[in-house]
């Protein structure tokens, strides 16, 4: 059998922890991200080692503060744990880090990360789901996205194309991915390529075309100068059989089984079976027999239920070809119990990995849920002075970078202690509430408002040079003062004083300056009779 064959593989503390012991890295970031695209696009089927790779390039990046770097290195982690069987923890590791991937806007690992759940919806059945991320995944591809990879991301999307029974449009995407394959000159991918397909094509019994793409498997096999892999062995060998070519098929995967060479033991157990059913039909029953024998101990030996549970069914074949029907009859028995266990198994599994990725995604909305309530005032609902902290740093230095202007303005409400004391503290805040809902009116997408304590607000505008910005905080003063604030103040008008400041030349654009300056036409705008804008520069 055969599907894809190699499975590709500062993270902010929250979602990587923090090392105990920091070690000084002998390693750069270009040094490491080399290292990581070497073990994701590696071919070898050695799970320990490329875990232990990914392992030590985490710790490093770690130390480095190389947040994606980390990130990448635990997709390959978690993908060699679903291929060890702990689809659960290796769903929510893929969950996870999709998720701060799309909070943090980060294409390369959003791709990777659709890539990874795309396989992981496919081992869970839902073909649907399976489709959706392989789309996202091949959608996010750029010129930056190494070409080897982005055969990997067709591939995964033809099978899944596949899975869905859109054959045509599998085909397609197998085209594509081999175009690509030989267009770098990569015989090992483009190989890898027609392995798929071939495979494909039997499994929807297209069998003349998965014979022609079979034949064209030798050809590629010629130029790379190698034998057939095993997993490759056993696609042809399947399509063979097929054909009624069980002479063929028995010596296509004889030697694959035979041959004292690395490979995973699930891909030796599938090739031995395939064997057993090749003599079978040849009808060297003690051949097949032993064959048979030699695929259910390696069953036996790691735990392989899946092909454990056709060994019975292949077993019973045997014994109904010698004439012992009442052997054959138990190992159909013990087939279709083994089946039902198998599917009851699997659907625990694909609950339990569909849990972790549930409560993973929950845990993050939760995250994320709590860390909005942080920088907001829980009076207001506006920003608080934690989200300036993060935010104008950012803000200003896109201003530097682009040299469009940004405004920010400190608004303050007049003689708001009189209001307090006259009224009371509820009539206050009822006042802070509605001038906050105004001020908000005046924000477009990109900027925002804030509580910086009491009744001072910070409004940030970008795209506003100070002549646009004088109009808007003009406006919104005269908005202010022409509210109908009877109803909650009475005879009591309520106005605000405002300061603001603009961007100037890149080197003098800091937090500390652009606050200050607002702050000094605040004092200016309340010392020259109050209820109007101050802007500097």
Same mark, same amino acid.
């Not at 806007?105 to 990777?112: G, K």
């Not at 048979?292 to 030996?301: A, G, I, Q």
């Not at 605040?522 to 109050?530: C, H, P, Q, S, V």
């Given at each position: ?69 980390? /990130? ?222 030699? /695929?259910?101990?390696? /069953? ?83 920003? #608080? ?34 209001? #307090? ?117």
């Amino acid at each position: 059998m055969s599907s894809v064959a190699a499975d590709w593989n500062e993270v902010s503390d929250e979602l990587t922890g923090n090392p105990t012991v920091v070690v000084a890295s002998p390693h750069t970031a270009v040094e490491l991200t080399r290292e990581l695209d070497d073990l994701e696009n590696s071919q070898g089927h050695d799970v320990e080692a490329i875990f232990a790779g990914a392992a030590r390039i985490e710790r490093a990046a770690g130390v480095l503060r190389e947040t994606v770097l980390v /990130c990448r290195a635990r997709l390959v982690q978690a993908d060699m744990d679903r291929r060890r069987g702990q689809v659960g923890r290796a769903a929510r590791t893929f969950a996870e880090i999709h998720r701060w991937a799309e909070l943090n806007q980060s294409q390369p690992l959003l791709a990777r990360s659709h890539f990874h759940l795309a396989l992981t919806y496919h081992y869970l059945g839902d073909h649907a789901a399976s489709l959706e991320h392989a789309i996202s995944a091949v959608e996010l591809m750029d010129q930056a996205t190494p070409r080897g990879l982005q055969v990997i991301y067709l591939i995964r999307l033809a099978n899944s194309l596949a899975g869905t029974g859109a054959v045509d449009a599998a085909r397609d995407r197998y085209l594509q991915a081999e175009q690509v394959a030989v267009a770098i000159g990569d015989l090992t991918r483009q190989m890898l390529v027609l392995n798929n397909l071939a495979y494909t094509e039997y499994e929807v019994g297209a069998l003349d075309r998965a014979s022609a793409v079979a034949a064209r498997m030798h050809v590629v096999a010629g130029a790379l100068g190698r034998d057939f892999l095993i997993t490759e062995r056993d696609t042809i060998a399947n399509i063979q059989i097929r054909l009624g070519q069980y002479a063929a098929a028995e010596e296509t995967v004889r030697a694959a089984v035979n041959a004292p060479q690395w490979f995973e033991m699930h891909d030796l157990a599938d090739a031995a079976l395939t064997l057993a059913e090749a003599q079978r039909r040849l009808g060297t029953v003690d051949t097949a027999q032993a064959s048979l024998t030699r /695929c259910r101990d390696l /069953c036996d030996e790691r735990e392989l239920v899946g092909v454990r549970v056709r060994v019975f069914a292949e077993q019973a074949e045997l014994y109904a070809v010698t004439g012992d029907y009442r052997n054959a009859f138990a190992e159909y028995k013990r087939f279709h119990a083994a089946a039902e266990e198998l599917r009851s198994t699997q659907q625990e599994a694909r609950a339990l990995a569909r849990q972790a990725m549930f409560e993973t995604a929950e845990a993050r909305q939760d995250a994320e849920r709590y860390r909005e309530q942080a920088r907001r005032d829980p009076l207001t609902g506006l920003y #608080n002075r934690r989200y300036v902290d993060e935010q104008l740093p950012v803000l200003i230095a896109h201003a530097n970078t682009s040299g469009v202007p940004l405004t920010v303005a400190l608004i303050d409400l007049d003689f708001f202690k009189r209001i #307090n004391d006259a009224l009371s503290h509820q009539v206050g805040d009822q006042v802070l509430i509605a001038v906050s809902g105004l001020l908000t009116s005046i924000v477009r997408k990109a900027g925002f408002v804030a509580r910086m304590g009491g009744e001072e607000f910070l409004i940030v505008l970008p795209h506003a040079p100070a002549e646009n910005a004088v109009r808007r905080l003009d406006a919104l003063r005269l908005t202010v003062r022409s509210h109908s604030w009877h109803p909650i103040t009475g005879d009591l008008p309520v106005t605000v004083s405002i300061g603001a400041s603009t961007t100037g030349s890149a080197a003098d654009n800091t937090v500390a300056r652009l606050l200050d300056e607002a702050d000094r036409n605040l004092y200016a705008a309340k010392n020259t009779g109050r209820d109007r804008v101050v802007m500097g520069r």
